[in-house]
């Protein structure tokens, strides 16, 4: 009977063996692949630029921007459009150290004729955004604006700022950069063509646009002022 036994227990011996092989090698398959796996995650941060990890100084401005934002004015500001064109650092050396105190500047508009700017300065980021947010509110102007274009050509001046900006047929695009980008798509214009001709200090520029959105007139206001009449369009 001991025989019969060793005979009858071999082959379900031989057959379990290697489903327990079997389940330990897939074991150590998704361990390898799991092991795998995080090399590779490895591999691609230490592969990934420095400059793509490192975070924008104005996309976080702009964060803390958003979420300064009151909650019951949260549903403008996403209708709206704010930027903050520059951040400038101030130190101040005492006896104790060093004092640092920060100025910010922001564009702000509802991308359909207004648009605004305001200057603001504190001792955090934060608060010096929120300042300059704020007062960009305040003082809006209208902008005249036909087919997402300006009417007219125009040249802006404010101190060593000097902006030109030229309608653009539809399609084009907004041609500019610096604060002068940031001013005229807060207006609402989405095809124009524009170069600063003179300081690349950011606040000249932001006023120089400003400067030249006020002096856009329409063809209706012009001929208004001269004491025409504008001819009727016939039916064709």
């Known amino acids: 009977m001991s025989d019969e036994t060793v005979n009858?227990?071999?082959?379900?011996?031989?057959?379990?063996?290697?489903?327990?092989?079997?389940?330990?090698?897939?074991?150590?398959?998704?361990?390898?692949?799991?092991?795998?796996?995080?090399?590779?995650?490895?591999?691609?941060?230490?592969?990934?630029?420095?400059?793509?990890?490192?975070?924008?100084?104005?996309e976080r401005a702009e964060e803390?921007?958003?979420s300064s934002a009151p909650p019951s004015s949260r549903d403008e500001f996403?209708?709206?459009?704010?930027?903050?064109?520059?951040?400038?650092?101030?130190?101040?050396?005492?006896?104790?150290?060093?004092?640092?105190?920060?100025?910010?500047?922001?564009?702000?508009?509802?991308?359909?004729?207004?648009?605004g700017f305001g200057f603001g300065k504190a001792q955090e980021v934060a608060e010096c955004i929120k300042k300059a947010s704020e007062a960009s509110k305040k003082f809006m102007i209208p902008v005249n604006i036909t087919s997402?274009?300006?009417?007219?050509?125009?040249?802006?001046?404010?101190?060593g700022g000097r902006v030109m900006l030229i309608p653009a047929s539809p399609g084009t695009g907004l041609i500019a950069g610096g604060?002068?980008?940031?001013?005229?798509?807060?207006?609402?214009?989405?095809?124009?063509?524009a170069k600063?001709?003179?300081?690349?200090?950011?606040?000249?520029?932001?006023?120089?646009?400003?400067n030249a959105l006020e002096q856009l007139r329409t063809k209706e206001q012009i001929y208004a002022i001269r004491g025409k009449r504008m001819a009727e369009k016939k039916a064709l």
């Open 78 to 115: 996403e209708n709206s459009f704010e930027k903050v064109v520059h951040i400038n650092r101030c130190s101040k050396v005492v006896k104790g150290g060093r004092r640092f105190s920060f100025s910010a500047l922001v564009v702000s508009g509802d991308r359909d004729g207004k648009v």
């Open 196 to 210: 600063s001709m003179g300081s690349n200090n950011k606040a000249n520029v932001v006023k120089a646009t400003i």
């Open 148 to 159: 997402n274009t300006i009417p007219h050509s125009v040249i802006g001046e404010h101190g």
């Open 8 to 58: 009858e227990n071999t082959p379900e011996e031989e057959i379990t063996e290697p489903v327990v092989a079997s389940a330990e090698a897939g074991a150590e398959v998704e361990t390898l692949a799991g092991a795998a796996d995080n090399l590779e995650l490895l591999a691609v941060e230490v592969v990934a630029d420095p400059r793509d990890v490192r975070f924008d100084k104005l």
């Open 64 to 66: 803390i921007l958003r």
């Open 179 to 193: 604060g002068v980008r940031a001013v005229v798509e807060a207006a609402g214009i989405k095809d124009i063509l």
